[in-house]
């Protein structure tokens, strides 16, 4: 399980990026850097992560599913997830 603060930092940051998302592109598409810049470092989409929808952890992350490599496991070979099954040749 990952540390709360770093949840709840990533949780922060994708909420600036929501709230400022319409003024980032109108100033982009305008060209004024200087005043992009300005904005907060948080509101940029670079600066999130990809985290485990289950446990918060942020390295070995599976996009199609949203969760880690360690938990798809699980929830695979208990069947929780449709069409996944362990392979065997």
Excluded at 13 to 19: A, D, G, S, T
Excluded at 25 to 35: A, D, N, S, T, V
Excluded at 62 to 77: D, M, N, P, Q
């Amino acid at each position: 399980m990952a540390k709360k603060a770093w949840i709840a930092r990533n949780k922060k940051r994708k909420e600036l990026y929501e709230k400022y998302k319409d003024k980032r592109q109108k100033l982009k598409e305008e060209g004024k850097w200087e005043e992009l810049q300005k904005l907060p470092r948080n509101s940029s989409p670079t600066r999130q992560n990809n985290r485990c929808s289950l446990t918060g952890r942020s390295r070995g992350f599976i996009r199609k599913y949203g969760v880690s490599r360690i938990k798809f496991r699980e929830l695979a070979l208990d069947g929780k997830i449709p069409g996944v099954r362990k392979a065997s040749w």
